[in-house]
């Protein structure tokens, strides 16, 4: 059972580029969520969604997109990334709802230069 | 216990010796917190939870104190071993702002374990 998988887990951009990161999850959970982790912070939420088609905005959405075509998958979009979206990057899944029990992947750590 | 800023707090305990993580949560209409472990690299890892209605909780080596009154939580490890070191994040399920219906989560605070 491999849980939430996140890929890449390091990746160096440029300023204005975009990309996506990857989160698909075989727990057949429902409920889905993107967090942001900057230095000395805790995790702030950036989009989430709970179920196939929904998705919403968190904390943080500013710079992000987001869709949720099946219920494994969960891709997070940088449009034009931004030196300030340098983070460590961290997917999560639930089969309870947001509020609940979270299971994390191993986080994806971007760098914008 | 939880701070704002760059430099997490730390706790070092020495390995054998009980230790104790402080939280304060935000939200009194919160009803369900969490605990999490993160090691170096790695994603948060679940410890422990407990609900509103609930006072204590004990799991294996750990013990989780809720005091509502005052909007605290603990996180308590016995005989800490170097396993243990590690960032621990408290969160609460906040109904307030963004982050309605989700996980909001502490700064974090840092565990060192010395042999």
């Known amino acids: 059972n491999a849980g939430v998988t996140q890929t890449p887990k390091f990746q160096v951009l440029k300023t204005g580029q975009s990309m996506t990161l990857q989160c698909a999850q075989d727990?057949?959970?429902?409920?889905m969520s993107w967090y942001r982790q900057d230095p000395g912070m805790g995790l702030r939420l950036i989009h989430y969604s709970v179920g196939a088609g929904i998705t919403d905005q968190g904390e943080v959405p500013n710079g992000y997109n987001v869709s949720r075509s099946t219920t494994e998958d969960f891709p997070l979009r940088l449009l034009s990334a931004a030196p300030s979206q340098t983070s460590v990057y961290f997917c999560?899944?639930?089969?309870?709802?947001?509020?609940?029990?979270?299971?994390f992947g191993s986080g994806t750590q971007l760098s914008v230069l | 216990g939880e701070s704002v800023g760059l430099h997490l707090p730390t706790l070092s305990v020495q390995e054998g010796d009980n230790s104790i993580i402080n939280c304060a949560y935000s939200?009194?209409?919160?009803?369900?917190f969490i605990w999490y472990k993160q090691e170096s690299g790695k994603g948060p890892q679940f410890i422990i939870d407990?609900?509103?209605?609930?006072d204590k909780r004990q799991g294996q080596r750990v013990t989780v104190l809720l005091n509502k009154t005052v909007k605290h939580l603990s996180l308590q490890i016995a005989a800490t071993q170097p396993g243990d070191s590690a960032v621990y994040f408290c969160?609460?399920?906040?109904?307030?702002?963004?982050?309605?219906?989700?996980?909001?989560f502490g700064k974090g605070t840092k565990l060192s374990v010395k042999p």
């Open positions: 969160a609460e399920n906040g109904n307030y702002g963004g982050s309605q219906g989700n996980l909001i």
């Open positions: 999560a899944s639930s089969s309870t709802g947001g509020g609940e029990k979270l299971f």
């Open positions: 727990m057949n959970h429902e409920y």
């Open positions: 939200n009194s209409a919160s009803d369900y």
């Open positions: 407990i609900r509103s209605n609930m």
